[in-house]
């Protein structure tokens, strides 16, 4: 009973630190908003930009990890981490094409079906059953995700196309499936993946980009832009996700959403309203009390360890 009790516990402070690692990732991608906003040049040339950097750094703090060994490293992955690079890659690119086919909050609340998909998915693939605490937290967060971008049907009541909602799906599936297959293989080394996902965004922007016009200081910024906004928050995702229940890290994911409009309302002062305001504080609150669940539920599991040694102790175990 100890030892089970003990596991428990290992467990837990296992899966805190996985979703610390998933939402440090979500802090650092949420300031991708500002930096767009920053640069001077047409979306697919910070597509191509960012992800060309994103796959260089990456692949800088791969070789010095692994050294000759990082051929090996990039073989192991196997089909899936090709898999995975292939759902960032897909996730990257059909977020562009969508805002160019239909309205923000329509891809914001549809990418906000994520933690849902990689629930189900989870399930379906691995057996992984969804707590209800969970459930509900994702069920709230995705009511303040409808209510944030609720200001811009008030605004423009435009409903958009089914190309483009179709393509914001497609987001939120590609990122789900990416999550459930990083804890699925999860004693896989994915940090290649990454990297090769950040290639094939490259790639994929490459026809529609004019790099050759960007300017030095656009350059310097683009490249901060892929290494560390995007490339550093897929070291801490791919560390985290694999750590913590798929939907958990999805729902987790959705801080970027709720922080990303705050970092532009303070650094270009645009108010984002209260409507954001208030969904933003609904989705907060939401991974504030399921992670107070956590909390609790652990501290149970350390109760029951610590009352089973002490019963072990005196005999009467």
């Known amino acids: 009973m100890s030892a089970t009790a003990g596991l428990a516990v290992g467990e837990a402070a296992r899966e805190r630190g996985g ?63 090709l898999a995975v690079a292939a759902c960032f890659a897909t996730a990257s690119t059909c977020f562009i094409l969508a805002l160019r086919h239909t309205t923000v909050a329509n891809v914001l609340i549809i990418q906000s079906l994520s933690p849902f998909i990689a629930g189900l998915l989870g399930w379906v693939w691995m057996g992984e059953r969804v707590a209800g605490r969970t459930w509900a937290a994702m069920g709230l967060a995705l009511v303040g995700s409808a209510i944030m971008v609720s200001r811009y049907f008030v605004a423009s009541p435009a409903a958009g196309s089914l190309r483009g909602d179709l393509l914001a799906l497609m987001v939120a599936l590609s990122f789900a499936t990416a999550t459930v297959l990083l804890r699925r293989w999860r004693r896989v080394h994915m940090l290649p993946a990454a990297a090769l996902a950040g290639l094939l965004t490259a790639l994929a922007a490459f026809a529609s980009a004019e790099p050759r016009a960007t300017a030095p ?90 009352g089973s040694r002490k019963r072990s102790s005196t005999g009467t175990w």
């Open 217 to 306: 200081a656009d350059l310097l910024l683009l490249a901060f832009f892929g290494a560390v906004q995007l490339g550093f928050g897929m070291i801490l995702f791919t560390a985290g996700a694999r750590r913590i229940p798929v939907a958990e890290a999805s729902l987790i994911g959705v801080l970027e959403s709720v922080l990303g409009p705050v970092w532009v309302w303070l650094v270009f002062g645009e108010n984002p309203g209260v409507l954001s305001l208030l969904g933003g504080a609904i989705v907060l609150l939401a991974l504030a009390a399921h992670t107070a669940a956590d909390l609790r539920a652990e501290r149970g599991a350390r109760v029951d360890q610590a």
């Open 19 to 81: 979703g610390l690692l998933v939402a440090a990732a979500a802090l650092c991608w949420s300031t991708g908003g500002l930096i767009a906003r920053t640069v001077d040049t047409d979306p697919w040339t910070t597509v191509f930009w960012r992800g060309l950097a994103c796959a260089g750094f990456l692949l800088v703090v791969i070789a010095a990890r692994a050294g000759r060994d990082t051929g090996r490293v990039f073989a192991a992955m196997g089909w899936a981490g």
